[in-house]
């Protein structure tokens, strides 16, 4: 087989080539465009035909028991792949290995690693039914030829439904396991990023009520604006931004028996404004430098700005104007302070934080206060009491602190 290095040493060759061609200077744009994107096809196919043969070789080894601990883990001792995608490898070669049919499209390049899986999947299927496994992932290919690899593994699901009823059920419930929406910032701790991976059904709520509001924005923009909208991803993407925001911003503005969440607390709108202003209003400052704990968190906002409960800067003027009902101000020493004109430690014997004290947490603390724990600001953060409640301990801010799920039950355990 000293052959196959060879060509492989050779196609080597061949790319290094048109990268150079590409990265040297005199050379036209629309040239190098068109060798690069001929290359990619090329070597794709090729590589797409190299997965093929290696599926069609690794069946055969595993017929001939070439392995003693079977196939798929000495792939992994020979191979640069991890044992488990080594396992799927020869899973899938070992199911494809019943179509001698397929086997020269397999090592052809025109079925990808996609299209490979969704035969595999049709003959794992139609296993110990009366169905004929080569006749049943002929069908699979005519399916991924004319529309492509996604439609084939459709196509599989659809038929180990009808085989085998409650797999998509079970798929799905998989998929809701694997759903999460993350929160974090970045940019210095100043943009907030919110990955989201979610199942089909709660992505389709989601994608559903994200898109409505973009179509609308679009309407006015396209019709009544007389703004052409640019066919462009940025543009689309900018719009989801928006949109996203906007769902948001409905949630916060319905009564609490709209949105089915008492607890209150429109997180955009509650800013820390000027301080210094306010702190005279209430007392006296001097009296308070003392006790701030975070200088950097307590440096003075420049005119015109405000922090978000978040600790952002932002241009004041970004957030809701005074008069407006979303608008909270919290005014803060760093040792307590005020929301919206009211003292946050206004009724220590009340048994859970107030709107006004969970928002001066969470601008004190900023995440889970348990050592090495840095679980971000979210207003899902418990508010605990130092001194427990049931022992004289009062629900003020300094007998408070933020913890996440886990670390209360741990603080509480530690107790
Ligand atoms: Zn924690």
Redesign the pocket.
């Known amino acids: 087989m000293d052959g196959v290095a060879v060509e492989v040493a050779s196609i080597s060759g061949v790319v290094r080539g048109v990268l150079a061609r590409a990265r040297a200077d005199g050379e036209g744009d629309a040239g190098r465009v068109d060798a690069v994107r001929e290359a990619i096809v090329e070597v794709g196919r090729a590589a797409q035909a190299l997965q093929g043969m290696l599926l069609a070789l690794v069946g055969e080894g595993d017929r001939l028991g070439i392995a003693r601990g079977g196939v798929g883990p000495w792939l992994a001792t020979v191979l640069d792949v991890t044992e488990g995608r080594a396992r799927a490898l020869a899973h899938d070669a070992r199911l494809l290995a019943r179509l001698p049919r397929v086997e020269a499209e397999l090592c052809s390049g025109v079925i990808g690693p996609d299209s490979a899986r969704a035969l595999a999947r049709t003959v794992k299927a139609v296993r110990a039914t009366g169905l004929d496994p080569a006749e049943e992932a002929a069908k699979t290919l005519e399916v991924t030829r004319e529309h492509g690899a996604r439609a084939g593994l459709e196509r599989v699901r659809v038929l180990e439904e009808q085989i085998k009823p409650g797999s998509i059920e079970a798929r799905h419930a998989r998929e809701r396991e694997r759903s999460f929406a993350r929160f974090t910032t970045c940019g210095d701790g100043q943009m907030h990023r919110c990955e989201i991976l979610l199942d089909p059904v709660r992505g389709a709520v989601f994608q559903a009520a994200i898109d409505l509001q973009v179509a609308e924005m679009i309407r006015t923009r396209q019709y009544d604006g007389g703004e052409i909208v640019p066919q462009d991803v940025r543009t689309t993407e900018q719009m989801n931004a928006e949109a996203v925001t906007r769902l948001a911003q409905v949630f916060l503005d319905a009564t609490p028996e709209q949105r089915r969440a008492h607890f209150s607390l429109p997180a955009l709108a509650v800013t820390l404004e000027n301080p210094a202003a306010h702190l005279g209003a209430m007392r006296d400052p001097a009296a308070h430098v003392a006790g701030v704990k975070d200088p950097a968190v307590h440096a003075d906002i420049p005119v015109g700005c405000a922090r978000t409960v978040f600790g952002a800067l932002v241009p004041a003027g970004r957030l809701p104007r005074r008069g407006d009902p979303r608008r909270h101000v919290l005014v803060t020493d760093g040792c307590t302070g005020s929301f919206d004109g009211v003292a946050v430690d206004g009724d220590p014997r009340a048994r859970l934080a107030s709107p006004g004290q969970r928002a001066f947490l969470g601008w004190r603390d900023r995440h ?1 206060t ?1 050592p090495g ?1 840095d ?1 971000p600001l979210t207003f899902a953060l418990h508010a605990h009491h130092v001194v427990p409640f049931a022992q004289g301990g009062g629900t003020s801010v300094g007998n408070l602190r933020l ?2 799920t ?2 209360h039950t741990t603080v509480h355990q530690e107790r």
């Open positions: 889970c348990y724990c679980r913890y996440c886990e670390h």
